[in-house]
């Protein structure tokens, strides 16, 4: 079982509207949670880096959140663009493997106009 | 160089061949990881080097997998005797920090074929 779930799979949504994007994670200890948007056929781009003592973090249109109790962390988008069209990754770096990042399968999510 | 930058972009071979993927991160980066992708699904974590020093292999599927990177900058992932379960995307990320808490920049990737 991934240590790094994400949900839902895939996402269909209209330009200019609001989506959120969840990833469920068992990695204990962790030393922080980034997500990443994967554009078809290029790398990971970095959009929020959050340590375990982070509630919340920001990065223009994205907004992270993170509930280290519950083990929860969130992605919000506001006002889509299509340009959001993409896959995005939850990604926990696991304290106990000497910080070796653990990725999620991502979520898909497609803006349609 | 400006980005990470990885070669050959696409490879096809046949099964048994050995392959050498090259990986020559962003200059002055300490860390240096590779991954490798399956189609729709996350990246996975294969090994990572601070400096010239493997500080995890952990991700390396099994003993045809192995990764160097002798003097601190450009790393090499050979995969011996490759099988077909072995095409996948490669990836290499780089860092400047050393461990795993500085911003990941990611090259385009490897394209894998075993036919």
Not at chain 1, 37 to 56: A, C, H, W, Y
Not at chain 2, 14 to 34: E, N
Not at chain 2, 48 to 72: H, I, M, T, V, W
């Amino acid at each position: 079982k991934n240590q790094v779930e994400q949900s839902p799979q895939s996402l269909i949504i209209l330009e200019g509207k609001n989506c959120t994007l969840q990833c469920n994670y068992t990695v204990s200890p962790f030393s922080n949670l980034r997500w990443y948007k994967q554009d078809t056929g290029r790398g990971p781009v970095s959009l929020t880096i959050m340590t375990f003592s982070e509630n919340t973090k920001s990065n223009g249109r994205y907004t992270a959140t993170l509930d280290a109790d519950t083990k929860q962390s969130s992605l919000h988008i506001t006002a889509s663009q299509l340009s959001d069209s993409a896959s995005y990754i939850c990604v926990v770096s696991a304290v106990e493997y000497g910080n070796k990042l653990v990725f999620g399968a991502g979520t898909i999510l497609r803006v349609k106009s | 160089g400006a980005g990470v930058s990885q070669s050959p972009r696409y490879k096809v071979t046949k099964r048994g061949q050995d392959v050498a993927l090259r990986c020559d991160p962003i200059s002055g980066h300490v860390s240096l990881y590779w991954y490798r992708q399956a189609l729709g699904q996350g990246p996975e974590f294969l090994t990572y080097f601070n400096y010239e020093a493997q500080q995890d292999k952990s991700g390396l599927p099994n003993d045809r997998f192995s990764a160097e990177r002798p003097e601190g900058s450009i790393s090499t992932l050979t995969i011996q005797r490759t099988e077909q379960r072995d095409s996948a995307m490669y990836r290499c990320a780089s860092s400047l920090a050393g461990g795993n808490t500085g911003e990941l920049f990611f090259g385009e990737g490897s394209r894998l074929t075993v036919l």
